[in-house]
């Protein structure tokens, strides 16, 4: 009876240990900007200095809040009128609006370098996930991991526009982002 009580007595420790390691490894989700479209001004003597300009971007990332984690397609969009610098951008609702989208000023260098964040709040008590990624147009450094974008201004008097078709528009892109589980959206 004592070496019962004494085995019990020294394996509740071990006990306690093992209840608090996680039954299984949750990836992160991953978040994918399959296809992105923007037109900015271009100065210059052949460039279009004033000009609509717009980010467009096309998102999948997994529904976390069902246990299948079946994916959706959205697209998110920022606008800026001929006349106004583009630039960094509050939130914006998607056009699935449980995704929310934004060009953040900790990562706006210019139309050809700059970070797409997306925000997806799972809970009602303000917890979601946040991901972001820089995208940079850089056709003379091929080994830069973050040169997804490639921009060009096609003949005289026309706006800078850039895709996610590589180089020379020749080869679709991906960008793949891992999420992270935040307490609240980033300001």
Partial sequence: ?????????SALPLLSTALALPLEVRDAPVFNIT???A????????????????????VTYPDVSTTTEPIISTTCRVDWPAGTDPGPTAWTTCANSALQF?????GWTGTTNFRVEFWDEVNPDGTGLDVSHILTSDPGNSSDPNAYMFCLQMGK???????????????????????????????
Avoid: H
Wanted: aromatic content about 8%.
């Fill in 102 to 106: 934004r060009l953040p000023t900790d």
């Fill in 35 to 37: 296809s992105l479209s």
């Fill in 1 to 9: 009876m004592y070496r019962l009580a004494g085995l019990i007595t």
């Fill in 157 to 187: 008097f026309n706006p800078l526009t850039c895709t996610l078709t590589g180089p020379m528009g020749q080869s679709a892109r991906t960008v793949v982002m891992s999420a992270t589980e935040e307490s609240a959206r980033p300001n």
């Fill in 39 to 58: 037109t900015f001004p271009y100065p210059g003597v052949y460039g279009k200095p004033s000009v609509d300009s717009f980010v467009s971007v096309a």
